[in-house]
């Protein structure tokens, strides 16, 4: 029975669509962006994205989810550059004068848009352990409390988090500066939280010394 049991775990089927399909989209963004905000060709992350993709889908395939947690945090990673570059740009580009307003405001919203997408993948990468951990009822120490798991409802007993409640916690964040309805509990989460609240922050504050300098 024993044996059963371990060979069930790792044909576990993890619902991974959304994270993948929003780690193209970022990397679709990122290459529309202006030239003079990317370090190289402006399709460098999606190319990057793609590469890593094909042997991540693999690995999901054959259930070796050591390699595949480790593909999908080096996804992260790259889009997680790719977005800090290309803030550090947008700075630069404000005090130098260096692009039109239009551009900069196009570029900005852009990267607003990639900021919550980027850091919805790293919640949902991050919180007890990974999505495996959290799927197959052995998750760590919880990340984040969500409502529903404050709740003393038997609908809601074996409630899981997916990828939209990180996005949506990844929109809050970008929006307040804070989250919302979710309490963070880990070190780890509030650090990424304050980092994706200071970028959403210097993005907005780009924008906003640009409208001023315009007026």
């Known amino acids: ?25 970022i990397g679709v963004l990122l290459s529309i962006l202006s030239d003079k905000l990317t370090v190289g060709p402006r399709w460098t992350i999606l190319f990057a994205i793609a590469i890593l993709l094909v042997p991540m889908e693999i690995s999901v395939v054959r259930g070796n989810h050591d390699r595949t947690r480790i593909l999908s945090l080096s996804l992260a990673g790259v889009v997680t550059a790719g977005l800090i570059t290309s803030v550090a740009f947008l700075i630069h580009a404000l005090f130098h004068h260096s692009a039109s307003a239009a551009s900069l405001f196009r570029s900005a919203c852009l990267l607003w848009i990639i900021n919550i997408g980027v850091f919805a993948v790293w919640y949902w990468e991050m919180d007890r352990g990974g999505p495996l951990k959290r799927h197959s009822g052995k998750g760590e120490a919880p990340d984040f409390l969500f409502p529903q798991m404050t709740f003393d409802i038997k ?44 970028i959403s922050l210097l993005i907005v504050a780009v924008v906003a010394a640009r409208a001023v300098n315009i007026a």
């Not at 029975?1 to 989209?25: C, D, E, F, Q, W």
């Not at 990828?163 to 990424?192: E, G, H, Q, R, W």
């Open 1 to 25: 029975m024993r044996n059963v049991h371990i060979g069930a775990k790792k044909k576990m089927h993890v619902p991974r669509g959304a994270s993948i399909l929003t780690l193209i989209i």
């Open 155 to 198: 609908e809601i007993e074996e409630w899981t988090p997916v990828f939209l409640d990180y996005f949506y916690l990844a929109y809050n964040t970008n929006t307040a500066f804070s989250p919302t309805d979710t309490l963070v509990l880990s070190k780890k989460a509030k650090i990424f939280m304050m980092v994706q609240s200071s």
